[in-house]
């Protein structure tokens, strides 16, 4: 292990042209972290805090990379960082305040420890699949460079983190756009008990730069100085010369994973090994030795130190336990959407397929919205699977139209990432079922950052979905249930030209993140008169496509046609349909009235049956509106299987052709 670990001397410090103020400046920077651990061990065996992850033995890493880089150039941290946010000279009375989970913190309690972001301070906190923060650094650093700035972005990761496909997609992603991302890994010899010889089988994880053609380096992370010096000369490199670097620094985790796991898989010898290489005591020798400091300079630095922990914990201590009420936690889940309608009367119209209005949405945004960037596969040159952006990057440039590599999960985080730092993005999952591939950042970053930090996301994520082309079970899903659970997601599913123009306009006017459902089979089947000129539709309002008085038929999507179809062969029912349009937020208003008047309620989806949107809202209309049925709410949705190819076995698998006897079971009850 100790091999393995590359640290088979004692640090050698090299001042080169670093004064005394500097060094000085490093040392107590480095002496804080640690002196705010050695509390916070205090505090959780006392049981006064709950839990700690410990950075004790690697400060140097965040301190040195803090200190290279400007204050304005973000920094994505992990749990053993806290030098990058002492570094920043974030006050402790609000980091401790965020670790117990109170209102002077940066989450109003709905995060814990490093689980935060802070736009004020430019740190961009981690979530606990680890691996999505590093695309997100992609995004904010392609923000950056879109912009002609010269800033970098740095990202931490561990050496178990360099694992997941995350790593290899974020690393991919920067050195194909040159993206000036600095790609910080601690090799601190386990993630969680598993040693590296159980994580990798490279020598060195700097290596792996090789695949990405991307340069890299090996750096002592023990050594503040040798930190220091050489991230400062190589972020200083990249800003005039865009690219993405990526640094393993060697180190070690002196304490478990989090305190309640121990450290009793780690051999004693290692231990002792690494405790003679202690960042912050050999670091406090060489100032001695070289006379920079002295001892009682050192006692009067952690005696400032230790005072302002003090103070800092007795403010925390003497704040009142978080409180709040439903109404505040709910309306936090989304931002803020300051919708201003723009107006489609009097305009000009053209008769136009669904998919020209996606077209035209999409354009329109675009010069509108000169911080739109358009991402996907093959939707520059070649336009998109469906042509949908044809033409777009001769318009628009590659900048703003860019063509990805076949990594869902990364151009997500890129998104979230350009959201970040001030753009908007709109991606293109070529088909809706490939989405799977980029689920996690969705559901888990996207979903959730404006409850937890109050940041926005401000991402489209287009979905061409639905069967009925014949397309088989990897083409043909129409999967919006999975997102209609996950609060902080917007899904919007339109039926008509009309409404995919305006709907996509208000989707990417809103800073939410939306899931916009494209049903293919609708593509260049359906035409209506459309507006030329640009207009939006509010989100959540659902639209009455028939009325009647006889049944309340709710659908959206593909589903919409086929109930009309029904409608006009047996036309002597008196229907009230409903196109809900959009899911999430959803208009159960508008359903209520109905049902309210005609006591009878259908509802179509193309998604198979058990625990789709269509289950919640039956649920929801026998919950509150029960007294006004005349018949139990009927759903009618495909077969609980996979879908099928052929197209036998398609129309089995649909429930088209299922409605009319539907309609006719419940009108008689």
Known sequence: MISDINASKMLNFKRGLLNDTTLVSLYKSIIKPRLIEEKMLVLLRQGKISKWFSGIGQEAIAVGVTAALDTDEYILPMHRNLGVFTGRNIPLDRLFSQWQGKANGFTKGRDRSFHFGTQEYKIIG?????GPQLGVADGI????????????????????????????EALNVASIWDLPVLFCIENNGYGLSTPTSEQYRCEHLADRAIGYGMESHIIDGNNIIEVYDRIRSVVASMRTNPRPVLIEFKTFRMRGHEEASGIKYVPDDLLKHWAALDPVENFKSFLLAENIISLKDDVAFRSEIITEIEQALSKTFAEDDISSSEENELNDVYAHSNFKAVTSEKMETEAIRLIDAVTQALDLSMQKNENLIIMGQDIAEYGGAFKVTEGFVTKYGRERVRNTPICESAIVEVAMGLAINNFKAVVEMQFADFVSSGFNPI??????????????????????????VGAGPFHSQ????????????????????????GLLASSIEDPN???FFEHKALYRTIRQEVPTAYYNLELGKAALV??????????????????????ETENEWSVDLIDLRTLVPLDFDTISESVKKTGKVL????????????????????????VYLDAPVKRLSSLDMPIPFAAVLEDLYLPKNRITSAIAEIMAF
């Not at 912009?147 to 995350?166: H, I, L, N, P, Y």
Request: charged share 15%.
């Open 513 to 515: 993140p939306v899931l």
């Open 603 to 626: 509802l179509i989806s193309e998604d198979s049956s058990f625990g789709t949107l269509m289950a919640d809202i039956s649920a929801k209309i026998g919950e509150e509106l029960f």
């Open 478 to 501: 129409t999967n919006e249930a999975w997102f209609t659970h996950t609060p902080g997601l917007k899904v919007v599913y339109p039926a008509f030209p009309y409404d995919a123009k």
């Open 443 to 468: 559901v888990n970053y996207l979903a959730k950052s404006h409850y937890r930090w109050g940041q926005t996301a401000d991402v489209v994520i287009r979905m061409p979905c639905g069967a009925g």
């Open 141 to 168: 650093a392609l923000a950056h460079k879109l912009r002609s700035e010269q800033k970098v972005t740095a990202v931490f990761t561990g050496e178990g983190g360099t694992s997941e496909g995350d790593f290899h």
């Open 126 to 130: 981690m979530i606990s699949h680890l």
């Open 546 to 567: 028939t009325t009647g008085h006889q049944l309340t038929l709710v659908a959206y999507g593909a589903a919409i046609h086929w109930a009309l179809e029904a409608l």
